[in-house]
């Protein structure tokens, strides 16, 4: 009931395409829904996060898509440059307790 | 506002030694929590705590492992006797007192020897 499953495990893409990593849920306690992007040796940094009645959001290249009937979740880079190279990593919360995270996927944008 | 700050940002100890993992949270977060993160894996959730209160600590091992966030000073997470596969980084978030996403600090990365 905790886990938020996220794929791919990693992805490759070229640079200028869109980079797209999808999430799913069960609980629907959940009411948060945050992307986090880790660079090695770094801290996660919260990248844009979205609540359920809301089925998109978009800030810059970033975007997450959300359905809440399918209990999935998305985000999409557009415009995939190398410096968004990194691991991301999903997280689905309801109100204080802990954020619940996917396993990560490590994205390699290549020239 | 400096965000969440850890310290030490390294620390190194030989197995049997004791490790002090510091977290300060953000201005106004009361929330605070501990996460633990093995080379190329997630993170692991380990104890939420607010002041003075251990609210959740269902990640953390019942041996060697304790939390504190007392009314003045740090949040604190102290391992005791450290072995090899305590070696990981130690992420702590904070979040503000109605939820929502937590901002997490630069990460201890403890090495056991």
């Known amino acids: 009931q905790q886990q938020v499953k996220q794929s791919p495990q990693s992805l490759i893409v070229q640079k200028g395409g869109i980079s797209i990593i999808n999430c799913a849920y069960e609980?629907?306690?959940?009411?948060?829904f945050p992307w986090y992007q880790q660079f090695p040796g770094k801290g996660p940094a919260l990248l844009i996060a979205?609540?359920?009645?809301?089925s998109e959001k978009k800030e810059g290249r970033f975007t997450i898509s959300f359905n809440k009937s399918a209990k999935q979740f998305s985000l999409h880079i557009m415009d995939s440059q190398p410096g968004d190279s990194a691991t991301y990593f999903c997280?689905?919360?309801?109100?204080?307790?802990?954020?619940?995270f996917g396993k990560g996927t490590r994205l390699s944008v290549i020239a | 506002n400096a965000g969440v700050m850890q310290n030490p940002r390294h620390l190194v100890r030989r197995r049997g030694q004791e490790a002090r993992l510091r977290c300060s949270p953000m201005?106004?977060?009361?929330?605070v929590y501990w996460y633990r993160q093995l080379p190329e894996e997630g993170l692991k959730f380990m104890v939420y705590?607010?002041?003075?209160?251990?609210?959740?600590e269902s990640g953390m091992p019942k041996e060697r492992f304790s939390a504190e966030f007392p009314k003045e000073g740090p949040s604190i997470l102290r391992i005791q006797q450290v072995v090899r596969g305590d070696s990981a980084a130690y992420f702590c978030?904070?979040?503000?007192?109605?939820?929502?996403?937590?901002?997490f600090g630069p990460g201890t990365r403890l090495t056991v020897l």
């Open positions: 997280a689905a919360v309801s109100g204080n307790t802990p954020l619940v």
């Open positions: 979205i609540r359920p009645d809301v």
């Open positions: 705590l607010q002041k003075e209160n251990i609210i959740d």
């Open positions: 201005k106004g977060h009361s929330h």
């Open positions: 609980n629907t306690a959940f009411d948060y």
């Open positions: 978030a904070s979040s503000p007192p109605f939820g929502g996403a937590g901002i």
